[in-house]
């Protein structure tokens, strides 16, 4: 989170996204550090939620969690509008991505959780409120066991689609599309590594 991925662009390497087109879906990492360990974590702002404010003081709490969510979503929002605009895409003043793409959001444990799972569902929800404020589709990405790990297993997001990865091949990833999605929604793509590069398969 907070890092952009410079093959995303604008960058010198080449662009993933001008490689994809523009019906490309768009991915992001999550993440709850918590405030002691997190330079972005929010302190005094009071929209879309109050945090660590003189009214509401305490920035270890679940609105702070949830609006670092959102906060790190618009980051990776902008990033994202910023390499539409480099490749002409958008308009140098546009504020919006063109189409709405899906967005995908990363729930995985090699990024900074917390214990308190409540608060790691808070900044889950901060980060697809704001993207679905714009517009977007919002769908995870994690497996099951990893899923259940971070979140409890929440039902939160039953609304939304999952990604699931830990397939063994491409005929593991085909029988794994009648599996339940771990959001409780729909299971909408299967991943596995192939010859080292990931490779999906769409669900019917």
Known sequence: MYSENPCL?????PSQLRWA????????????????????????????RACDTDQLPGADT???????????????????????????WSDADAE???DDPTWWLDVE??????????????????????????????????????????TGGTDAFASHPSWHAGARNEAHAKLRCSDAAFTGGELRMVQWIENGLDANYRCP
């Open 96 to 98: 919006r991505i063109p």
């Open 21 to 48: 087109g523009r019906d490309a879906q768009l991915y992001a990492n999550t993440g709850n550090p918590g405030p002691r360990i997190s330079s972005y974590w929010p302190h005094g702002q009071t929209e879309p």
């Open 109 to 150: 444990d090699a990024n900074s959780w917390r214990r308190d799972r409540s608060l790691n569902v808070a900044a889950l929800q901060g980060a697809a409120d704001y993207l679905e404020s714009l517009g977007a589709e919002v769908g995870f990405y994690s497996t099951p066991r990893l899923w259940n790990r971070i």
């Open 9 to 13: 662009g604008p960058s010198n390497d």
């Open 62 to 88: 679940s609105d702070c969690a949830y609006v670092y969510g959102w906060n790190a979503a618009q980051h990776a929002y902008v990033a994202a509008l910023d390499a539409y605009i480099d490749l002409d």
